[in-house]
């Protein structure tokens, strides 16, 4: 079974500094999908990025990029300069067929 | 306007109630899914169908069951609720194409409290 392991549950950042979370998962298929998605306290979940998993470049969207090590099977999102509007809960996930796996999230704090 | 909308967005009941919740998407998708977002955050998914055919049905309790008039629209109905069944349910949809499934949006999730 897919599996996606965000192991960090806590982050904190400056505002106007960067910061990275973390993500791994776990699979035996060659061509899939994974993501990031925001949930900010109210509750929508937003998709903040995505990488398919043919593609080496690196997927990126404004100030949020990736860092999608495919043998690694790692996933790691950089957002760089935090702003308060990026505090919330930020979950990685993996796509395959008809099913997607999500982690069990990491909360971001952005201090001013 | 909204691509994926669910109704209610929260709903208090009491223990052994039914209840049904209603997803409607706008986005011409062909993939709909249901997901349980527990009181620590996890997401589980629950449902998924395709052109109204259910294609993913996890390890859920068979009080809970989806349906789909069409392949907009995408309703869980529980049955005989219980206080574990506290939690946010997430409605979902998504474009297929050559058997893989794209980007997910979200609805607004609906909070469901058993009291």
């Known amino acids: 079974a897919q599996t996606v392991t965000q192991s960090q549950p806590e982050m904190s950042v400056q505002e106007a500094e960067t910061v990275t979370l973390s993500c791994t998962y776990d699979t035996s298929e060659s061509d899939y999908y994974l993501f990031w998605y925001k949930q900010p306290p109210s509750r929508q979940m937003i998709l903040v990025i995505r990488?398919?998993?043919?593609?080496?470049q690196n997927a990126t969207e404004n100030r949020f990029s990736v860092n999608f090590q495919k043998a690694a099977k790692s996933f790691s999102l950089k957002i760089s300069d935090s702003q308060l509007g990026d505090a919330a809960m930020y979950f990685c996930?993996?796509?395959?067929?008809?099913?997607?796996?999500f982690g069990a999230g990491t909360r971001l704090t952005v201090k001013p | 306007d909204t691509a994926v909308s669910q109704t209610p967005k929260y709903l208090v009941t009491q223990m052994g109630n039914d209840k049904s919740i209603k997803c409607e998407q706008n986005?011409?998708?062909?993939?709909m899914y249901w997901y349980k977002q527990d009181s620590k955050k996890f997401l589980k998914i629950m449902f998924s169908y395709n052109n109204k055919e259910l294609i993913i049905n996890e390890t859920v309790p068979n009080r809970f069951s989806p349906k789909s008039p069409d392949k907009a629209h995408l309703n869980l109905h529980i049955n005989s609720l219980e206080l574990g069944d506290s939690a946010v349910y997430f409605c979902?949809?998504?474009?297929?194409?050559?058997?893989?499934?794209?980007?997910?949006?979200f609805g607004p999730g609906t909070r469901l409290l058993v009291l």
């Open positions: 996930a993996y796509t395959y067929n008809n099913d997607m796996r």
């Open positions: 990488q398919e998993a043919y593609k080496q």
């Open positions: 979902a949809s998504s474009q297929s194409r050559s058997g893989l499934r794209l980007t997910q949006y």
């Open positions: 986005l011409g998708h062909d993939t």
